[in-house]
Each structure stands twice: as structure tokens, then as C-alpha cells.
């Protein structure tokens, strides 16, 4: 069937182009049909098409049947003819044509794969959907997270009505400068990697260290704290979003994480193979994909294809190129002969272990209605009148009003507009003599048949009147098939009126609701509904992405009268019905069991009516009216419908992709396509997947290998290939999925057998030596930008899987002792972590410009800089110490990276002191930053830089206290030499100002927490002298 979203053109384009394939295929000799006339020396593995395409990463997929496939390809060129000369054609036309053939190979290609990925869903008897897989989160993109910026903005701005404190708004302060406005969260965005759950974390393992320094606090306790902060934290992340709100349906790309039925899987590998809807249906009918026993006929004869295929391997001696470690080639080719069949035994297990009916209905099949809200059901779902919804927006305009002429100008009139379980509505009061308003009323109404009262009302003058009144009235009755332009209506107006001609200028607009595909006046009959022929109201309603309904209404009814699902049903034009008084123009919805007729009173209308049900029953092909059939047939103009009808499949073109046999096709190049194809597809839906495939996709690729014979080690090779090639595109892929790869592939080419299989092909070998070089050269790029790749320790546990990677990596190239693969490992990441040194502070010190500025200026921005660099390593011991979990020396190593972080930092810091005028102090602020900073880390305290401030700062601390000295006993000498006493005066002038100075030369000192402990202690003995001397020299003076 076709499916209700596919266009006319669509199911046109796709006969024209098989009737020429069809041509060519007559003209060639060649076709699907000489599959099984293959020569004895023919390759018993091979594609379609000799094809290279950029969707295969440029592996050449060959076939011995590409002269024959080729020349079916009509559409495109025929290869039997002569080739074009150079003169006739431009390169610009031969080019295109290049281009056309290949986009029809890669079409064919395409469709061959996916016939055999629909047998793998129809039909599975190896793999199940796994249920134990972690639940991806929902990502973050760009536009989302300008928004979340924007709503933390606020908050900050106080444009909320979210109540916190100085506490909560610091901490949300110090999150929107540190992490939301990174450049590094960008980048984790733009990657795919980055999840509402990663921001949520960041945000509680900030607060967590924030909240355990506060005081305590009676009968509030801290887990009570942060739970308010975390609940106003999401109030703020999203915005005016209310998360009790229930969504009427979950988006498309949400099934993906979850056990997916047939039809959705169907629909998955349709848009990832760029199946249409169309040429789904012509090859799920044709290949009878609901006739359970089709199926496991097709198995058996798949089974005893390959049981053939490894007899002839074995006679031909057509073996693989064998990687030997100790076994010779003869032993390899047995080996290999007794895997195949081994492999060939356990799918007929697996076969025979299932129940001859695994509960078939024996239904045809029909358009799958994919319910998301039962995504485990496989039943077919039957709708109730509850489930059709339909919402229509109502927009009654009032103009004018003509024919008032007994009414006194001065009298005040209005209208009101009313509408069934809507307010009404009144416009504002004018005089009669100017009774024109444009005024709109809006309304919403579920009732497909809405009526719409329009009244003219004039206010009451007189004492005793209560109400006011009503000088005329009109009722409307509007669809969304009414006209929207304004029109002129009489109204209704008591006998006794003055005025019998009045006219009011409405414009009635009924919006269609989108779920609404089509409306109007039918005659209808049928067997189980609609059984009487009468003329009926319909509405046909899309209930559901795939399920469409007919619905007849009656007047101001909300619920429908009767309704009839479309599944199953083939509409279609028929011939009048003489025994039925009413339509002129006649169709038909037929299946199995049940008819519907029904009739149209013009022909544009049935022409209308036929293509929305088309559209909507997916029926496997478009009705033509019956004056066109005659015109496709051959100018017989007693040709039956039927006929043509009976012919439209073959026509298709089809019969090769069915009739293919898949034990002659090179199954390791197709999956390595299909692989690839259903990452992409996997990276770009809504989830932040790292890589990792969806249960669904698992459950059809593992079927796919165990049913069609692909080598465990060439699956993983595959994945290997496109997630490296996706990390280096900028995309962010767990390492620990690419590790799970390569522990199996290295297992399998040392020897150790995860899957069972024994033998490994020079072709695996190679390639696996050629992802392990890549996979190194990853591994070690990672761990030197680890501060881009894994912003905030985010993926959680992503370094350490990278560690251990390098590790694997490293120990698998070394065949030597284990202590001296380890010593190997650990010098690859120590030289990891000395460039992840230069590039952070590269990255960091772009702030730094240095160039036309003066000495104080570079002063200040050093120090700025040097703030910088206390947070990048504070954010290190944060975030990216997790890789001491893979190795018990990765502690110490970081402290090396941080010892060269900060030795590149000396060298900007030395140059700026070197330009600093000479007995300046304002550098003392930069050492007591650095010095408390270093003092507090244990393994950076009396390091090299430690060491390298302390012998910096040394002399310019000497010159200070000598300096302070000297001028402490020259206020001595000329305070005391001048000094007039006052006998009222209780405190010396000079003298408070001197102990004074002696008082901010010891802060001075205690406050540098000088780190070596003998200058620190001579420094506080000369201060104790000093100010013994000083006391002293005033006593006697």
C-alpha cells in the first residue's frame, strides 16, 4: 500500500522510471532472474553494482552481475549502446550523467539492502532488543542553550519571581560566568555531547562545596538546602515551562530509546536508508512479510544457500587470505570451513527453537499506526470516537448594518455574536445613524457544525425596561469549506418591525485544524456503518501519524455520529449506482469483509475526496479516473480497471530486489553501508547518544550479522572506523564504546576468541593495525586537549575510559614484559599531560596581551592571569583527577603537568617583574596570591615554581625591611630632634606614627606567609630587633 504522505508524483516517477528499466532489461538479456545463471567461476559474494560511493567511505562494492544490473538501469545510460563521442557531449554533460548513474546505483544499492533489513525486522530469530541499556538524555543545541543563558540572565537581573538569598544568587552567579558563558560548553553543545543532566550536574557539584562551608544552622538542615537550591535551579532552567503540563504526544525521535514494535523499526530504517513510503509498501506486499510461513521458508532456503556456498568454497578451494600466528593454511582453511558451518547449524537451532506460529493474525498489512504512547504493542489499535479531536478556531467579523430607517439616529445600537459552550460576545454601542463597527469576535469550538448567532440589539430608554432590545437576528451555520469573504445575510425581524429589510455584512472564517485532511456533503452507504444511502456530513480525521478515520457529524455535535477506520481500505472511482437516488459522482472504500459507496455532487469534488483518502488508507496504488484508464490502455476501451491494476506491480520494477538471492551478495560491504548510514541517522535525532546505537538499531544490525554470515570482528572494525571519524569531525563519541570495540577486535586477532571464531583474515589483521595506529593517535589527542574534550569532567567517567584506552593501545603494541609496557604507558600520557600543559595555558594567556602597556598596567593584567591560572588547576583537581582511578601514577603525573603550567607562567611573570621600577612594591599582591595558592596544595608546595617565586620575591622582601628601617630611623632622628612637648598632649605624635610603621612592617611580614621556614624565621628575628632598636633609640631620645 501506498502510504497516506507520499505524493501523487512520487508513485508516477517511480513507474516511469521501472517501465524503462523494464526496456532496457528486455533489450540487455540480463535481469534479477539470471541471478541463479551465474558461470561456476563467478564470485559467489557480491552487491548489485559495481559501485564506489561516498556513502561506502570509498570501498569499492563489486559484482559479478554489474553488466547486467548496469544495463537494467534504463533511466540512466545503457551500456550496451556506443559511448558518446567526446565532441557531441561536453564534460559538463558527461559529468552529470556520471553523477545520475551513480545516484541511481547507490538508489539500487539502497533498496537491495533494505529488502534484506525487512526480512531481519519481519522475521527475527537470533537478537532481541536489548532492555539494559543505558537511557540516553535528551541534548542540548544551540538555540536551547542561548535560551537557558538568557533565563539565567534574568534570574541575575532580578526579572523573575523566583525568591532566593545573597547565597543561592552568588552560587548562581559564579555557575553563569564559569560554566554557561565557557567557550568550552559551546563547543560541548555544538558536539552533541551535552545534556540538560549535564548542566543540572555541574550546577549540584558546585553547591555541594558551597553549602558544607556554611555555618550551621538550628532545625534547617544542609541536604534540606540543597534540595531548595536544586528545586529553584530547575525552576530557572526552565524558564516558563511548567513540568506538570502533559504533553498530547511525544515527539517522533523519542521512540528511539525505547522497545520499538515492527512498524516503527520499519519507519526508522526507512528514513535511514532514504526509503520512500512508496516503494516500502510495493516491497513489504511483495515480499510477504506477514505470511509467517513465506518467512521461514525464505530462511530455509537462505540456510541451505550458505550450506552450498561453503561445499563450493571448499571444492573451488576459494578460500580468504589467513592471518597465521602458529597454524599452517591448511589448517586455517579447515578451520574456516567448519566455522561457516558451524555458524550455519546454530541459525537452524535458532530456527527450529521457535513455535511454527510465533501469532500472526493472518491480517493484510496496513499503514502501521504508530502510537507512541504504546510503543511495545504490535496489535492493531482501535480507535474510539473519544480519540477524535477536533478544534476549530471561529473568527465572526461584524461590518455593517443597512436598513434602519424608522430607528432615530441618536438611538444607541450593538451586536453581540454567540456560539454554542462559548461566552458571548457584544461589539462596542454606536448610533444608529453610523452602525458600522469591524469589529472581530473569536471563539473556539470542538463542533465540526457549529451555529453562529448574530443579533442586532438597540438599548431600552424607558423606565420600566430591564433588558434591551432585539431589533433582528441571523443564524450561520459555517464550515470550514465557507467562504471567507464578507458577505451580506437578511435578518430575522419581528412581524410587527418597521424595518423587514435589514442587512448585516458578516464575515464567518472556520480554520481548518490541522488534523482535519478534508470535509464536506456526502451520499454514503454502507455494511457495518452508514448503512442507510443518506447524505451525511464527513470529516476524514488524521487521529494519529499513520491513522485516519471518516467521520460523519451532525449539527453543534462536538462527538462524531459514526466513523470508520481507514486501515486496510482501498478507495477507488466506480460506476453510478442506479438504484441510488441522490450524487452524481460515485467512489468506493473497499477491504476484505466491508464496502462503503459513496457519492459526490460534482465530479471535482470526488476528485478531491479520492486523493485525501488516497493519501490517507495507503493503499499500494493511486486511482486514476476511469476516463485516464482508458487513455493507459491501449486505446481498449473495454480494458477492465482490474487489469491495469493487476499489471501496475510488475511495472514497478521490484522483482529483482525480491527475487535476489542473498547468499551471492557481499553482505560485509552492505552492512558496513548500513552501519554507517544508521549512525549518522543516530547522531542527528534528539538524544546525546555519545555513539551509542538505540535498542531498536542494535536489535537490526546484530540480526543482521547473525542471519546474512558477518564476521564479529568486521562489525566492529566498521564501528571503529566511522566513531573515529566522527571524533575527529568534532563529534563527541564515549570512549568507552570505542574501547568495547577494540577489546573485541584485539581479542579476536591474539587469539582469544569472543565470538567463537578462530580464524582471522589478512584483511582484519590489517585493518586492525590500521584503527590501532588512529586509535593511539586519538587516545593521546584527547588526553592533551582533556580540558576541550572533557569541559567539567563531562561525559562523566570519559578521561579515565580514555586512559584506559591509550593504555590498551599501548600494551597491545609492546609485546614485551609487563613492567616495561607499563613504564611505556606512562611515559605516553606524561607526554600527553606536558602538551596539555602548553595548550591550556596558551588558551588561557591569549588574554594576556602585554604589547603598549606601561609597567603598572602589565602588573595588574599578571596578576589577572595568574587568577586565571589558580582556576584552571583548581577546575583540574575538580574535574579531571578521575584518571588516578585507571593508574596509580596518574596523581603524580599531574602534578608534573601543573610544575610545567606554571613554569610557562614564570616566564611571563619574570619578564613583567624585570620591567617594574625599582623600589616598587605593588608586585607583593601577585606573591601573596601564588603563595597562598601553593601553600594550600600540598604536592605544588616548595615545588620548582614554589621554589622559583620564593627565590624571586626574596630580595625585593630584603630590600623592603631595609628599606622600612631606614625609614623608620629617619622619622626617629628628625621627629624626635624638633619635637616640642605639650604637657596636655597624652600621646607623642611622632612616636604613634613610628609604632605604627613598626605595626604595618610586621603584618607586611606575617601577612606573606613566607614558605621557607629559616628566612621566615631570620625575617621575624630582625623584625624583633629592629623594633627592640627602634624603642630604644626613642626611650632615649
Not at 169 to 191: G, H, I, P, Q, W
Not at 916 to 923: A, E, K, L
Request: proline share 4%; glycine share 4%.
Amino acid at each position: 500500500m501506498i502510504c497516506p504522505s507520499s505524493s501523487d508524483e512520487e508513485v508516477d516517477d517511480v513507474q516511469q522510471q521501472q517501465q524503462q528499466a523494464g526496456q532496457q532489461e528486455t533489450s540487455s538479456g540480463g535481469g534479477g532472474s539470471h541471478h541463479h545463471h551465474q558461470s561456476a567461476n563467478s564470485s559467489e559474494q557480491a552487491v548489485p553494482a559495481s559501485v564506489t560511493t561516498a556513502s561506502s567511505g570509498g570501498r569499492s562494492i563489486k559484482s559479478s552481475e554489474g553488466v547486467a544490473v548496469a544495463a537494467q538501469n534504463g533511466s540512466v545510460t545503457s551500456l550496451g549502446g556506443a559511448s558518446p563521442s567526446p565532441s557531441i557531449k561536453s564534460s559538463e554533460e558527461d559529468a552529470t550523467l556520471k553523477q545520475q548513474r551513480e545516484e541511481e546505483e547507490g538508489r539500487r544499492m539502497r533498496l537491495q539492502l533494505y529488502v534484506f533489513v525487512l526480512r531481519c525486522i519481519a522475521y527475527p530469530f537470533n537478537a532481541k532488543q536489548p532492555t539494559d541499556m543505558a537511557r540516553r538524555q535528551a541534548k542540548v543545541n544551540k538555540q536551547q542553550l542561548q535560551t537557558i543563558k538568557d533565563r539565567f540572565r534574568s534570574f541575575l537581573a532580578g526579572e523573575t519571581q523566583i525568591a532566593a538569598d545573597e547565597a543561592f544568587c552568588n552560587a548562581v552567579n559564579s555557575y553563569y560566568e564559569v560554566f554557561l558563558k565557557s567557550d568550552r560548553v559551546t563547543r560541548m553543545v555544538n558536539s552533541g555531547g551535552c545534556s540538560a543532566s549535564d548542566f543540572r550536574e555541574v550546577f549540584k557539584n558546585n553547591i555541594e562545596k558551597r553549602v558544607k562551608v556554611l555555618p550551621e544552622i538550628d532545625g534547617l538542615s544542609k541536604e534540606t538546602v540543597l534540595s531548595a537550591w536544586m528545586a529553584k535551579f530547575d525552576a530557572i532552567y526552565r524558564g516558563e515551562e511548567d513540568p506538570r503540563r502533559p504533553s498530547n504526544r511525544l515527539p517522533a525521535s523519542a521512540a528511539s530509546e525505547l522497545i520499538l514494535s515492527k512498524e516503527q523499526l520499519y519507519e526508522m530504517f526507512q528514513n535511514i536508508l532514504s526509503i520512500k513510503k512508496v516503494e516500502h509498501q510495493l516491497l513489504y506486499n511483495a515480499c510477504q512479510l506477514d505470511n509467517i510461513d513465506e518467512q521461514a521458508a525464505a530462511i530455509r532456503r537462505e540456510l541451505d544457500g550458505r550450506k552450498h556456498a561453503a561445499e563450493k568454497i571448499e571444492t573451488q578451494h576459494r578460500f580468504p587470505r589467513f592471518y597465521c600466528r602458529n597454524e599452517s593454511e591448511e589448517e586455517l582453511q579447515r578451520l574456516y570451513i567448519d566455522e561457516l558451518r558451524q555458524q550455519v547449524a546454530l541459525l537452524m537451532n535458532n530456527l527450529e527453537s521457535l513455535p511454527v506460529s510465533r501469532g500472526s493474525s493472518g491480517r493484510n498489512y496496513h499503514l502501521p499506526g504508530s502510537k507512541l504512547s504504546s510503543l511495545d504493542s504490535t496489535e492493531e489499535d482501535s480507535l474510539s470516537k473519544a480519540d477524535v479531536i477536533l478544534q476549530f478556531a471561529l473568527e465572526v467579523i461584524v461590518v455593517e448594518v443597512q436598513g434602519l430607517k424608522s430607528l432615530a439616529g441618536s438611538k444607541i445600537i450593538y451586536c453581540t455574536m454567540e456560539t454554542d459552550s462559548c461566552p458571548k460576545l457584544q461589539t462596542e454601542p454606536v448610533e444608529a445613524s453610523r452602525p458600522i463597527w469591524n469589529t472581530t469576535g473569536d471563539f473556539t469550538t470542538t463542533q465540526p457544525l457549529p451555529q453562529v448567532k448574530v443579533k442586532l440589539m438597540t438599548e431600552s430608554t424607558g423606565v420600566l425596561s430591564i433588558d434591551d432590545k432585539e431589533l433582528g437576528k441571523v443564524v450561520i451555520h459555517p464550515t470550514p469549506n465557507s467562504p471567507k469573504t464578507p458577505e451580506w445575510y437578511f435578518m430575522q425581524v419581528h412581524k410587527n418591525s418597521a424595518d423587514q429589510q435589514i442587512r448585516i455584512k458578516l464575515t464567518v472564517k472556520m480554520e481548518r485544524p490541522l488534523n482535519m485532511k478534508h470535509c464536506g456533503y456526502l451520499w454514503a452507504q454502507g455494511r457495518s456503518v452508514w448503512k442507510k444511502w443518506k447524505k451525511r456530513y464527513f470529516i476524514l480525521v488524521q487521529v494519529s501519524q499513520y491513522n485516519f478515520v471518516m467521520c460523519s457529524y451532525q449539527e453543534r455535535k462536538a462527538e462524531p455520529y459514526e466513523m470508520m477506520q481507514l486501515d486496510s481500505f482501498t478507495v477507488d472511482y466506480t460506476v453510478p449506482e442506479l438504484d441510488h437516488e441522490g450524487g452524481r459522482a460515485f467512489f468506493n472504500a473497499v477491504k476484505e469483509g466491508d464496502s462503503v459507496m459513496f457519492a459526490s455532487d460534482d465530479e471535482q469534488d470526488r476528485i478531491l475526496w479520492v486523493q485525501a483518502m488516497y493519501r490517507a488508507t495507503g493503499q499500494s496504488h493511486k486511482p486514476i479516473p476511469p476516463t485516464q484508464v482508458q487513455k493507459l490502455s491501449d486505446n481498449k476501451q473495454d480494458a477492465p480497471i482490474t487489469q491495469f491494476y493487476a499489471d501496475r506491480a510488475r511495472k514497478h520494477g521490484m522483482d529483482e530486489f525480491i527475487s535476489a538471492d542473498p547468499c551471492k551478495y557481499d553482505h560485509s560491504s552492505l552492512y558496513e553501508l548500513l552501519q554507517r548510514l544508521t549512525l549518522d541517522h543516530r547522531l542527528n535525532d534528539s538524544y546525546s547518544c555519545l555513539g551509542w546505537f538505540s535498542p531498536g538499531q542494535i536489535f537490526v544490525l546484530d540480526e543482521y550479522c547473525s542471519r546474512y554470515g558477518v564476521r564479529g570482528c568486521h562489525k566492529h572494525l566498521c564501528n571503529l572506523s566511522d566513531l573515529l571519524d566522527r571524533a575527529q569531525q568534532g563529534i563527541m563519541i564515549d570512549p568507552t564504546l570505542i574501547h568495547y570495540s577494540y577489546a573485541f577486535c584485539s581479542s579476536h586477532v591474539y587469539g582469544s576468541r569472543p565470538d567463537g571464531i578462530g580464524t582471522v583474515t589478512m584483511d582484519e589483521k590489517q585493518r586492525f593495525d590500521e584503527i590501532r595506529t588512529r586509535m593511539k593517535i586519538y587516545a593521546m589527542d584527547q588526553i592533551t586537549r582533556f580540558r576541550y574534550c572533557f569541559p567539567f569532567g563531562r561525559p562523566q567517567g570519559a578521561l579515565k575510559a580514555t586512559l584506559t584506552l591509550l593504555g590498551r593501545v599501548a600494551m597491545d603494541e609492546d609485546p614485551g614484559p609487563e613492567s616495561g609496557r607499563e613504564a611505556k604507558v606512562r611515559e605516553l600520557v606524561r607526554h600527553c599531560l606536558k602538551e596539555a600543559a602548553l595548550v591550556n595555558y596558551t588558551r588561557v594567556s591569549d588574554y594576556a596581551k602585554f604589547d603598549e602597556m606601561d609597567s603598572y598596567k602589565k602588573l595588574q593584567v599578571i596578576i589577572h592571569l595568574a587568577e586565571l591560572c589558580i582556576d584552571v588547576l583548581q577546575q583540574n583537581e575538580e574535574h579531571h583527577f578521575e584518571g588516578r582511578e585507571s593508574f596509580e601514577w596518574y596523581s603524580d603525573l599531574m602534578v608534573e603537568h601543573s610544575e610545567t603550567f606554571w613554569s610557562l607562567f614564570a616566564v611571563d611573570m619574570d619578564s613583567v617583574l624585570e620591567k617594574q621600577q625599582p623600589d616598587t612594591w605593588d608586585s607583593f599582591p601577585l606573591f601573596q596570591l601564588l603563595n597562598d595558592h601553593l601553600m594550600g596544595d600540598e604536592r605544588l608546595k616548595t615545588g620548582k615554581f614554589h621554589s622559583h617565586l620564593r627565590d624571586t620575591f626574596a630580595p625585593l622582601v630584603i630590600r623592603y625591611v631595609d628599606l622600612m628601617e631606614s625609614s623608620i630611623a629617619q622619622s626617629i632622628d628628625r621627629g624626635f630632634g624638633k619635637e616640642v612637648w605639650d604637657s596636655n598632649q597624652s600621646i607623642n605624635v611622632i612616636a604613634s606614627d613610628i609604632l605604627w610603621k613598626l605595626q604595618a612592617l610586621q603584618t607586611f611580614i606575617l601577612d606573606l606567609h613566607w614558605p621557607d621556614t629559616i628566612f621566615a624565621s631570620h625575617i621575624e628575628h630582625r623584625l624583633k630587633l629592629t623594633t627592640s632598636d627602634m624603642m630604644q633609640s626613642m626611650v632615649a631620645r
